[in-house]
Each structure stands twice: as structure tokens, then as C-alpha cells.
């Protein structure tokens, strides 16, 4: 019979981690089914990032069309909001553009930006496979493209690619479940506990290497019994979820439950996304799950508003925190460098293969938050205030 370890909760070691800030060493949804996600799409505190005084016209008379993949998520509203801010303060004008999903709508908008003349694109794409010609285009005009949070595949008209580490981002969140469930006490006792997969998108590489960085931690487990998923859906191909879908997260973990958890219990969703928490919570409540007495350890990423109150009341028990602040600002040196002829500062040469060259990146760093550390890494560091949180 199973038995049910204490969960311990990792705080100081991750706080640490943030100190290192965006260093050197992860999405969009479709249209929410579950109404929570929608209900507190907050912005972050304002960024006061100030440009240093001797570059702060350096891209006056210049154009920068953005290209961003749905404001559904809080996460991108928040990326287009502090690219532009940044960029402007910069002397550049920005064109930033929303696709809502629509993979044809991004490649017209994109199309519409090389028409108006602009002189550099930052791509977070929907599906990158599918801006190869538009990318094209881009190149035979002279423009540089910088990859935003998403590698542009199967193109050599990309320049440089901005990011967080995101093998870095399953590594984490697989640590998380390791360390907070004792993973290697379970396995010495004989005890087990039983784990759904909720992964990102098959269109989109950083889901991938997320997939990776879970399973370079948990697979031993799930290969000795100490974690045993009952529907057997492990592979990057049974629990990826397109577009990242909370509507299909939810109807997936509602599967589940239904399917093989019936006799037991669902200890751990390993969830990729806040959205995908979101509707696993819903889908949870509507099998009786009840907070305090058998409601699972539920990850995420991106520290959405919603996710940190979540994580507050119990509901989520952590997101990876990606300061999109940080994110944009590289990116904003990166552009800076392609329109001045500079170099860029680039940390990896290696990772980011797109299957027509190794795209030079800069790899910021990701953050676990959960209920012991986030007033010293959300509040403390300034992306909600206490007031945003307690509304």
C-alpha cells in the first residue's frame, strides 16, 4: 500500500538562484476555457530600466517591427509591453504586433513590417516552421532577425535568439518534484507516488528541451516504480499539448482521473505551463479533490499573477519565474548590436541547433518560486507588489 511522504519545501537554494539574475549558465495559450487565467492578467510593476546616457538616442530614425504570438497569456502582454518600453527609450520606433495564434496572421503582420521598412524583426513565433519564406524575405532585404523566446527553425536569416535556459527550466521543475517529495527517501522505502505529464507545444523547441530537462531528472524514477504514472503517457509525443491549450489540459488531466484514478489517488501533475495548472486545478475539483487532505503537488512555469496567488493559497505548489524584464533587455542589446554593428553579449553556441546553423544565444535564468520564497523573489524583486497580490 502506498504511503505518503511529508513534502519538503525548497526555498533558500532557489533564492539564491535568482541572485544570478539573467545569467550565463522557458508560450502562449489558446483562448482560455477555464475563466481564471483571464480574470487577473496584471502587468508586473512598471520597469524602470533606464538606458545607459551615452546610447539613449542610439536608435533614433531606426524601425523595429515585434512580432509577438497572443495576448491570451499574461506572460506575453508583459514581453511586448517591456520590449517596447525599452526600445523606445532607446530613440527606436516600435511596431508590435499581436497574432493571437493565427500562424497565417503572424506572417501577414510580419510580412506588413518588412513592407513598412523596418530595419531589424524580433520573432516570437507561433509556429516557426511556417515563417521560413517570410524569414526569407526578410534576409533578401537586409533586415536581421532576432528570435524571442522561441528558436526559429529551419532558417539561416536568424541573427541572434534570446531566451531562458529552457532545459534548464525542466531541470528545475524536475528537481523541484525530487527534492519536495523526497524522491530518493520514497525509492529506499519501497513507497512510490503516482505523476501525470502535462508538456508544451510540438510546435515549439523550448518544449522539447523542457521535456528533456524533466525527464533527465525523473526517468530513473519512473524506471525503478518509485514514481508510476498509470496512464502510461510519458513520451514527449503522448503529453505534449498544442498551442499550449489549457482547455486541453484540462479535458486531458479530467481523462485521467477518470481513467485510472478512480481506486487512488493523482499525487504530482507535472505541468509545464500556469495555464495547464490552472486547468488542472479545475479539472481536480471536479473529480473532489479537496486543498489539505489529497490535492497533488502542481508545478508550472512563467509566475503568471494568477499562478503566484495560486501558489499563496495553495492550489499551485510552484512556477518557474522568468523575469521577462531581463528577457527583453537582452534582447534590446541584441538589436542595438545588429543595427550598429557590434557584437551582442551571447552565453551558449551550442544548444540552439534550428537544423540550418547553431543560432548564438543568450540564455537568462530561471527561478523556482513557491509558497517560502516568493516575497523575496516576486515581491522583494519587484514584479508584483503585495497590493497586486492580495486583490
Known sequence: MKRKLLSAIISVAMAATLLAGCGSTVATTETPAVTETTEDTAAPAEDTTEPAADTAASG???????????????RWINDGANMKSQ?????????????????????????????GGVNCLVIASIDSQALV???????????????????LMDTDAVSYYATFDNKGVGTAIGKYIEE???????KAAGEFYTIEFFMG????????MLYNGVMEVLQPYLDDGTLVCKSGRTSFEDTCILRWSQ???????????????????????CSAFDGFAYGIKAALEGAGYTLGEDWPLITGQDAELMAVKNIISGYQTMSIY???RLLAEKCVTMVQAVLEGSE????????YNNNKLVVPSYLCTPVAVDSGNYEEIIVDGGYYTADQLAE
Open 60 to 74: 533614433a530614425g531606426k524601425k523595429v517591427g515585434v512580432a509577438m504570438p497572443t495576448q491570451s497569456s499574461e
Open 87 to 115: 526600445l523606445e527609450a532607446l530613440g527606436y520606433e516600435v511596431d508590435l504586433q499581436y497574432a493571437e495564434d493565427d500562424v497565417q496572421a503572424q506572417v501577414s503582420q510580419i510580412e506588413n513590417m518588412i513592407a
Open 133 to 151: 519564406n517570410v524569414e526569407e524575405q526578410a534576409k533578401a532585404a537586409g533586415i536581421p532577425i532576432i528570435a524571442y523566446d522561441r528558436l
Open 180 to 186: 519536495s517529495k523526497d524522491l530518493p527517501a520514497a
Open 201 to 208: 507545444s510540438p510546435d515549439d523547441n523550448n518544449a522539447v
Open 247 to 269: 482547455e486541453t489540459a484540462q479535458q486531458n488531466c479530467e481523462n485521467y482521473l477518470t481513467g485510472f484514478y478512480a481506486d487512488d489517488k493523482l499525487d504530482i501533475a
Open 322 to 324: 522568468k523575469d521577462t
Open 344 to 351: 551582442p553579449e551571447i552565453n551558449d553556441t551550442e544548444q
